[in-house]
């Protein structure tokens, strides 16, 4: 089918990120005829989310697509004498800095493959202790609870100066079939509940025992299927523009989420639990009863700090942590605020930013849970997938590993007017959504991108231990020296549905002015310690120990201007990549403005009608149940301890 689609559409979409995917919702919701493309062989671009060998696959085409890119000029004969081509890039250049460690014990076979994977890609891993370097490449109803690049990759490996410490080189095959791997959430849902068992502690597995920290490469590869591994690293607001958005569209009854089950907070070396709600800072331990009470009493006024603009209007000017100086606050509850509640720059987070952060975290509170955040089960890369799906119940086209080599152009109007595809087929379109990393260098000659820092982690424990190893945390690191940003950490344990029971999964993320090693590795050091097998028999390790590592830079290309690009059509709409920010409200307004000039007059992703309201031509007053029924079953006898989101305007049940 991909290579005779139909020839004209309304809208044509080219990437599958989260903006992209949003706005094909909403223009097939709509009503318009949507061809949604993606050069990749998976759904989200730089919002996916990969299995283990997945993401060494993922690493595996980055080094091939910088070695080779193929251009074919068949497509150039296609353009008329009043026609002009604007060709779009065949390289993807926003991943940069690539460099892969690995600490866990080496015992692979060339047998060893991931349970339940299907062979297709191969890829290779390189074994690395602590010191030498890898193959451097360059929502239920509202207040229940929830019951649960340019990739510079060198053709061969680095020898180490010491050959004595240089570890064996091992590769393992990444045996996962891209079409199969763990970013689609029909196959994983299949064996949801059967993993969600699986992950549950019992009162045997809790305690801890030596055995459950000797995980070698070989497992982690075996189960490689179990993790879910995200390349941008979000969380969502409990009252953020995208869950809003979820509930709004329905498009939340293809997610699952789990609340995040607490806010952790560095200081003076150490990782210690942020107290939020009024019943986490009374119970608190950490705090004396003063500080208590200074806390509850800020935290009160930044709830209705607009009501009051006399008792901030003159720090207007000055930072968010200068501002914090003045209020009366300990040093220790200043740390709280400023790092773990607002999450805003100590050095260019003005008071207003602060005081706006800070009073956002506090209305997030207590709708799904203990804390302001939500993570999607499966990963981030679900997201853009759900929204992808409801643009399909309503007509939209898909087509995975589908490039497009050029725009067409009308000299006289300057409107773009069709696109030519891989196989030289011309498709017609009144609008053309094309995300930043498809454009070519020439159209991109004036951006001076911006750029995210990334590690991915697997780690044997959590970095701050308690009676439960299935908790969910977020810690902000604070900048270290002046020039460099604070670096956010999320840990993910196995309920997540995103690593293997026995590990956990840990992101950090941080605003580059270095490559994302040198930016980030410092506040690995600080949190984790490597894997070896001298400590294997020590089990009092302070430090959780670090089995796998993954660092790289990302395209930040959000907030630039449309007239920064060259040429651009009136009717070319660019959607950036992900930014640095915690949470996704950047997405939901870019796509929301883009689709209102797409379509003016139309609601943006209203619900989907009630399929018992649905009533053909034809039909009698009792209709059959209809296809359109199965596609979207509805939630009414989900019971109230469940992953899903509900609409918080409708009583339960």
Request: hydrophobic share 30%; proline share 5%.
């Amino acid at each position: 089918m991909a290579n005779n689609l139909p020839s004209e559409f309304d809208v044509i979409v080219i990437g599958t990120g989260l903006p992209e995917s949003i706005i094909a919702a909403a223009c097939s919701r709509s009503g318009q005829r949507v061809l949604h493309v993606d050069s990749r062989s998976y759904y989200g671009g730089n919002w996916a989310s990969f299995s283990f060998s997945g993401l060494l696959s993922w690493l595996k085409e980055y080094q091939e697509s910088s070695d080779t890119v193929t251009e074919s000029p068949a497509w150039q004969e296609q353009i008329l004498e009043n026609e002009e081509a604007v060709a779009l890039s065949r390289k993807d250049r926003t991943i940069q800095h690539v460099e892969v460690f690995c600490y866990a014990s080496q015992d692979l076979h060339e047998d060893v493959k991931e349970a339940g994977a299907l062979q297709k890609n191969h890829a290779s891993v390189t074994s690395v202790n602590s010191t030498v370097a890898a193959d451097s490449v360059c929502l239920p109803k509202e207040d229940e609870s929830l019951s649960t690049v340019s990739c510079e990759i060198p053709a061969e490996q680095t020898p180490s100066s010491n050959p004595e410490s240089a570890p064996e080189v091992n590769d393992v095959e990444a045996i996962e079939e891209k079409e199969n791997d763990c970013n689609d959430k029909t196959c994983m849902q299949a064996t949801s509940e059967k993993e969600t068992s699986e992950n549950v502690p019992t009162a045997e597995n809790t305690a801890e025992q030596p055995k459950k920290n000797m995980i070698t490469y070989s497992q982690i590869v075996k189960e490689g299927r179990k993790f879910n591994i995200d390349l941008v690293s979000k969380l969502l607001y409990s009252r953020g523009l995208l869950i809003e958005l979820l509930i709004k569209s329905n498009v939340s009854r293809y997610a699952e989420f789990k609340n995040i089950t607490r806010i952790l907070a560095f200081r003076e070396g150490r990782v210690e639990q942020v107290p939020c709600s009024r019943a986490d800072v009374f119970n608190s331990k950490q705090l004396t009863m003063v500080e208590k009470r200074m806390l509850m009493k800020f935290l009160t006024f930044c709830m209705e700090y607009e009501e009051h603009p006399d008792e901030y209007k003159a720090y207007e000017e000055m930072t968010f942590s200068e501002y914090l100086k003045t209020q009366k606050l300990t040093p220790n509850l200043q740390h709280f605020v400023l790092h773990s509640i607002a999450m805003t720059s100590e050095a260019t987070s003005t008071t207003i930013d602060g005081l706006r952060a800070t009073k956002n975290f506090l209305r997030c509170l207590g709708r799904y849970g203990n804390t302001p955040f939500l993570f999607p089960l499966y990963g981030q890369g679900e997201l853009p997938q759900c929204f992808c799906r409801m643009c399909a119940v309503f007509g939209g086209i898909y087509c995975l590993h589908h490039s497009v080599q050029c725009l067409v152009l009308d000299k006289d109007s300057r409107k773009c007017k069709a696109i030519i595809d891989q196989f030289g087929q011309r498709i017609i379109s009144k609008h053309f959504i094309v995300e930043d990393s498809y454009f070519s260098e020439n159209t991109c000659s004036n951006i001076q991108y911006r750029q995210i820092s990334r590690a991915i982690l697997i780690t044997d424990r959590s970095v701050l231990k308690t009676d439960s190893d299935q908790q969910i945390s977020i810690l902000t690191v604070p900048a270290s020296e002046p020039g460099t940003s604070a670096v956010r950490v999320i840990e993910l344990c196995s309920s997540t549905m995103t690593c293997m029971k026995g590990t956990y999964l840990v992101h950090l993320t941080c605003t580059s002015s270095k490559t994302a090693r040198e930016d980030l590795e410092p506040v690995v050091q600080k949190l984790f310690t490597p894997y070896t097998e001298t400590e294997i028999e020590n089990e009092e390790v302070e430090k959780p120990r670090l089995l796998w590592a993954l660092y790289f830079n990302m395209r930040d290309s959000s907030d630039i201007s449309r007239n920064s690009y060259n040429d651009l059509s009136s009717n070319v709409y660019i959607c950036s990549g992900p930014d640095c920010g915690l949470g996704n409200d950047n997405a939901v307004k870019q796509a929301e403005a883009l689709f209102q000039q797409i379509c003016p007059n139309e609601d943006f992703c209203p619900p989907p009608p009630n399929p018992e309201d649905i009533v053909l031509d034809g039909d009698s007053l009792q209709p059959e149940p209809s296809e359109s029924s199965s596609i979207l079953p509805t939630n009414s006898e989900t019971p109230k301890e469940s992953p899903y989101l509900g609409n918080p305007e409708e009583p339960s049940e």
